[in-house]
């Protein structure tokens, strides 16, 4: 079936640099969104991106969508410790279904 | 209120007990959503409702039972549960299903974290 290749799956970051996340599809997505989920919580909404190339940003988070819409990216710049989370993308395929990404953990080094 | 309720938090079973999990949220959507979540994992689609009626089963085993009484109520009958059902269901709704390209955010509750002995 139609898969959703989030990397890395667990990125370490010293407090204050900076954190991505990868998302590609084999096939063209009609949209895709982002969650947040916190250690021991449940996923939050963050954004949904629909148009090619979109760019959107949320202060310190910046999200972008491919100009194929098969690819797409969250970009934290200077992290802090409230960014401590698993963060996963979930793009909607042809058949109109939700397809997760598996995730990739922000763990921030003491 | 954008919140999605939950209960119980926390729920042990032996693999012969009958138990219920339940879900309510009152923001007026009209699609909602029982995930299962292994730990280390994302969030697994089990079931969706549109308009209280049943639209999406990802070929679940029957030993999951989904119920709508109504709008805002949502249910999850479990009988005869294996060890390997332990996780944590999540129980989402969104405005609508989203038809075609559209898609709507999804308002998750806190879970319940079940195990099964």
């Known amino acids: 079936g139609q898969q959703v290749m989030q990397i890395p799956q667990y990125q370490h970051v010293q407090e204050g640099e900076d954190f991505t996340t990868y998302c590609n599809s084999s096939t063209t997505l009609s949209n895709i969104q982002w969650y947040k989920q916190r250690p021991g919580g449940h996923p939050v909404f963050l954004i949904q991106?629909?148009?090619s190339g979109e760019v959107k940003k949320q202060k310190r988070l910046t999200f972008q969508f491919g100009e194929a819409k098969k690819n797409s990216s969250l970009h934290i710049t200077a992290t802090q410790t409230t960014d401590v989370g698993t963060y996963f993308c979930a793009g909607k395929d042809s058949n109109y279904q939700l397809i997760w990404g598996a995730g990739t953990k922000l763990i921030i080094k003491p | 209120d954008t919140e999605v309720t939950q209960t119980p938090k926390h729920l042990v079973m032996g693999m012969t007990n009958k138990k219920s999990l339940k879900c309510e949220q009152h923001?007026?959507?009209?699609?909602m959503y029982w995930y299962k979540q292994k730990a280390k994992k994302p969030p697994e689609l089990m079931f969706v409702y549109s308009y209280e009626k049943l639209s999406i089963n990802e070929s679940v085993p029957s030993r999951f039972s989904p119920e709508c009484p109504n709008s805002s109520l949502l249910n999850l009958h479990l009988h005869a549960l294996q060890p390997e059902d332990s996780a944590l269901y999540l129980c989402?709704?969104?405005?609508?299903?989203?038809?075609?390209?559209?898609?709507?955010?999804?308002?998750f509750g806190p879970g319940t974290r079940l195990t099964v002995t």
């Open positions: 991106l629909v148009k």
């Open positions: 989402a709704s969104s405005q609508d299903l989203g038809r075609g390209g559209v898609s709507y955010e999804q308002y």
């Open positions: 923001m007026g959507h009209r699609a």
